[in-house]
C-alpha cells in the first residue's frame, strides 16, 4: 500500500511539471493590438484563446487535485487496516476501481464535452486587470438614472435619451436589448469567438441582458443591467451558481475575449458572479469622447 502511494505522489509530480509546460507553452499571451474598438494593451490581450490547451491545463489541474485527495484517502485506510487482522483488509483501490481490474473506458474527453464542466476561477479578484468597474453612482452621474423609482423586478426604462440609445437585436448567438454601442461591442466580441473557436460560439446561451432594477440586496443602487451594458451569459443553458467561486470553463475562455474588448467579469467581484459581463468605466469615457454616447 505504501508502494501505491509512492507511486501515485510520483504521478501528481508528473502532472504538475505537465501542467507548468502546458501553461508557459501554448498559453503565451497575444502581444499584437487589441481587436477593432478595443483597448489592446492597456486592457488585455489574448483573443487568440487556445481552448484546447486551456482545457488540457484544467484536466491536468484537476488530475492533481484528485491524486492528493486520493493519497490522503489511502494513508487514511493504512492507519485502519494496520489496526486489523490481515484478512480483513479490503484490496487497495485507485480512483475508487480496484487495481487489479482496468479502470471503467468511459471513452474520450473532448473539447466540446469540456466547456459547461465547472472549474475553479484561478486567482479570481485579479482576473480584471487595470479594467475599471463603472459603479452605480458614476453611471447615474454619467448617463442619468434609468428610471426613478427601483425596485427589485425588471421595470421599463424611462429615461428618453436612454431608450434613444436602446436596441433589441441579434448580437451573435444570442438576442439581446442593449445601448447601441455595447450591443456593437458585443457583436465585435462574438465574431472573434466565433472565428477562433467555433464549438465554444455555438454553445453559448444567455440569461439576459436589460433589467432596470436596484442590485439584489441593495435599496435604491441601480445595476448596471438597467442601463443596457451587461449581459449574463452560460453555456449550454446552465445557469452558474451564484458566490461560490466556481464556473463552467467555456466561461474563462469567453472572458479573454471580453477582457480584450474592455468589458469587466463579474467573476472578479466581491460576490462572484461569473455569468456577467459588463462595460467597463473606460469604455464608456472612449465611447464619450467618440461621440457615440
Known sequence: MRTLIIAIAALIVLL????IWFAVSSMSPDTGDGPEGGFGD?????TAVDSAARIEIE???QQVETLSEEIATLDSRIQTLEQRPAAAAPPPTFGGQ???DAPENVGPNTI?????QVVLIANRRKVNG?????????????????????????????NPKLRAMLKTEQAGPIRVSMLQPALDSLRRVFANVESTDPDLYARINTAG?????????????TSTHSFGLAVDLNIDGKLDTLGDGKTQLGLTILADFFRAEGWVW????????SMHFEVSRQMLEQWRAEGKI
Open 130 to 158: 487595470k479594467i475599471n468597474v463603472a459603479g452605480p453612482r458614476f453611471l447615474e452621474q454619467f448617463l442619468g438614472r434609468p428610471r426613478e423609482n427601483l425596485s427589485d423586478n425588471c421595470d421599463p426604462m424611462t
Open 59 to 61: 484536466f491536468l489541474r
Open 266 to 273: 463579474g467573476a472578479g467581484f466581491s460576490r462572484e458572479d
Open 209 to 221: 441582458s436589460l433589467c432596470v432594477r436596484q442590485i439584489r440586496g441593495t435599496r435604491g443602487r
Open 112 to 116: 466540446i464535452d469540456a466547456y459547461a
Open 16 to 19: 504538475a511539471a505537465g501542467l
Open 98 to 100: 480496484p487495481t487489479n
Open 42 to 46: 492597456d486592457i488585455g490581450s489574448g
